[in-house]
């Protein structure tokens, strides 16, 4: 059996079927009675990591979620498909739009060096935030090498090969590990936690820690206070080629 041990990130986000509302004062988006679900590319990203077990590839799959306390739920979906731990790093519910992807990389960074992990996947971006930051920020963090947006994974001993979609068709890059891998899409289907193994995983005792164990402040983040409205788009300029555009900027005296 493989030593080879991997970190998950799973996030706790709204469902991707939840109509989003922002609240009246428009500090943010209303969350409170609505339904949450791990996030999709991270259901993608836990799927991989359980059948590279499955392959006897990987020894252990860690799950890790930074957020309130419902991210414990996540958590269980996670054990239930079939990782084997799950980490919950603790952020007070009122603190959590302070926790951005700098933050989580630093959790997820420490935690890896932690746990002693050869692999990180996590999904290529979170749907709420879609902010697509923090597999290439821990890689950084950790002086890994990245394979991003991976559409198929390999892995024999300490080589790791990942295809990625790019618009040209693929490409494909060969890591060796430890790495970070971020999940696309494609990469696979990820299986329903079925209510047997909910249930199993309801006795399963997830692991508490705060961000400040693993030496990470979460106070830094700037919190967004308010939002606009985003600036209406108006019609621009209707072009049939190139040279049809410099020719109507030069017009309007932009070249
Ligand atoms: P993002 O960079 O925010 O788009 O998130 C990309 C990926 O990072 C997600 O799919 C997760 O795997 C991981 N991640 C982001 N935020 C968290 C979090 N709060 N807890 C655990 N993993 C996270």
Not at 124 to 137: L, S
């Amino acid at each position: 059996m493989a030593e080879l041990r991997a970190l998950v990130g799973v996030k706790r986000v709204i469902d991707y079927a939840v109509k989003i509302r922002v609240k009246p004062d428009k500090s943010g988006v209303v969350t409170d009675g609505v339904k949450h679900s791990m996030n999709p590319f991270c259901e993608i990203a836990v799927e991989e990591a359980v059948r590279l077990k499955e392959k006897k590839l990987l020894k252990e799959v860690i799950a890790v979620s930074c957020g309130p306390k419902q991210c414990q739920e996540t958590l269980r979906t996670a054990l239930a498909m079939g990782a084997d731990r799950g980490i919950h790093v603790e952020v007070p519910e009122g603190e959590v739009e302070k926790l951005g992807p700098l933050q989580v990389s630093r959790v997820l960074a420490a935690l890896a060096q932690k746990e002693k992990v050869g692999l990180v996947l996590l999904g290529k971006q979170a749907i709420d935030d879609d902010c697509n930051q923090t597999g290439q920020m821990t890689a950084a963090m950790l002086d890994w090498p990245q394979g991003t947006f991976a559409s198929k994974l390999s892995l024999e001993g300490d080589k790791l090969t990942v295809e990625r979609e790019i618009d040209g068709g693929l490409e494909t890059v060969r890591l060796k590990l430890p790495a970070v891998v971020t999940a696309d899409l494609r990469l696979n289907e990820p299986r329903y936690a079925t209510l047997p193994n909910i249930m199993k995983a309801k006795k399963k005792k997830i692991e508490m820690m705060k961000p400040a164990d693993l030496g990470v402040d979460t106070s830094s983040r700037v919190a967004v206070l308010s939002v606009e409205d985003p600036p209406q788009r108006t019609a621009g300029l209707k072009v049939e080629s190139v040279e049809d555009l410099v020719a109507k900027l030069k017009e309007a005296g932009h070249v």
